[in-house]
């Protein structure tokens, strides 16, 4: 990912490149370089940046969009209209496959991504230098994101394939506090002693007759399959069930009330 | 899409609502519930709304999570942290997934994709609140996206797995201006005309030698053949070679040297 190059195209707005720097580091890019930005740089782009200064600071500022990707082996570029160029366009997910490919066949090679004006987006001619079209398919009833927002959307996806092509895991695993056992499903048999308790339980607290089942167990073993429950969850159902019994008056499981 | 609710907790700064709102409004979603917001309505908000001003128009405000999320059959809430509560985490992907699962199957039910406090998420409580939490696949070493950015994430895998699922192209198609010609590609003996052309001017160019081939016509045809030209195209490298023979003296295709 430290070949994935972000170019910014005659920003108007510098908290726009605050923005874009602060997804680019969210998602593990890190190279900015910014074509003619009108204020640059600008207490607006560091407030919004929100601790990726590194990025800011790293950004490389040039005059033409030519400067800014001459030794790219592959450029592509934002394009949210139709601009009646016949031109491949692909998705953020596409593009993002274009990139992690490229990279894979040409280790030393730089690949960017090139973002247009917040008005305006590339003009014909930036757009032309761009091997590919990247379009975000947006509602076209309301069809232009934010810069930032859309620097977000291409790093995201480039992210996400890169973690999936490497083997990690896309999402975090969270830690048990308690024990080991959380994890560990509660077995056919506990199920069982648990569906024995409950129906016992219900019959104890007159809202279920054997003579009349009505499909309730059934409906019950469903609900309780469905949720799996583990050691721990299961040491609090049966907790429940022993402390209803208590509180109706019957001493244990199995005791007749006294 | 109209069934899907996001839902901001304690938002603190006006500029990202009105962020949000409009990558909502992008995505083709447009239900936003407010969670005691510190400032709202606010112009800042306006201002990044950017014209999804109907969204934020539209937005309820609301004093608990517990009145945003009531009539909801599934809640998803995001998470940056790991707060070793052990819980059902998806990624982006996977959570667009069960919300438009869950939208199939309950034809009138609402989801909500419940946000956080800029500074500090949701609570502990809140997130219990969430039959799932939702982690942003991002930099552990810079892991908070901003507020309208993680809105955004959602809202476009949502949207990219709504327009998959119905069959509708993820990328705008763009239109060719010149004829339906552009999109019809070479055909084989065209290809073939074209490679005697082009063999017979790199001869006339002194750049070719038939005796001393070095393998330079099929390095030729592997390239154009990858290039897979349409007919527009062909015709333009076909005129190319044409004018290349004029330039040097040669009249027309065939002819000997003037």
Request: aromatic fraction near 4%.
């Given at each position: ?126 757009l032309q230098r ?91 073993r469903r609900l ?33 009330r006294r």
């Amino acid at each position: 990912m430290n070949r994935v190059r972000v170019v910014l195209v005659n920003t108007s707005h510098p908290g726009n490149i605050g923005g874009a720097a602060r997804a680019m580091k969210n998602m593990g890019i890190s190279e900015l370089v910014l074509v003619d930005p009108e204020r640059f740089p600008d207490p607006d782009a560091r407030a919004r940046a929100s601790g990726a200064d590194d990025v800011l600071e790293g950004a490389r500022i040039v005059a033409t969009l030519e400067e800014a990707i001459s030794d790219c082996v592959l450029v592509l570029g934002t394009s949210a209209r139709d601009r009646r160029i016949p031109w491949p366009v692909v998705d953020p997910r596409e593009a993002a496959g274009l990139v992690l490919d490229q990279l894979d066949d040409a280790p030393e090679a730089t690949v960017a991504l090139v973002f247009g004006r917040e008005d305006s987006g590339l003009t014909t001619d930036e757009l032309q230098r761009c091997q590919y079209h990247v379009h975000i398919p947006s509602n076209p009833e309301f069809s232009s994101l934010n810069l930032a927002a859309a620097v977000q959307v291409l790093c995201y996806e480039l992210r996400m394939l890169d973690l999936q092509r490497s083997g990690q895991p896309t999402k975090m695993k969270k830690t048990e506090t308690t024990s080991i056992q959380n994890e560990i499903p509660a077995t056919a048999e506990e199920m069982e002693r648990f569906y024995v308790h409950l129906e016992q339980v219900l019959v104890e607290i007159g809202f279920h007759d054997p003579q009349k089942p009505r499909q309730l167990m059934p409906r019950l073993r469903r609900l309780y399959g469905r949720i799996r429950p583990n050691q721990v969850e299961m040491n609090i159902l049966r907790g429940i069930l022993t402390e209803t019994q208590k509180a109706i008056g019957v001493q244990a499981s199995g005791e007749r009330r006294r």
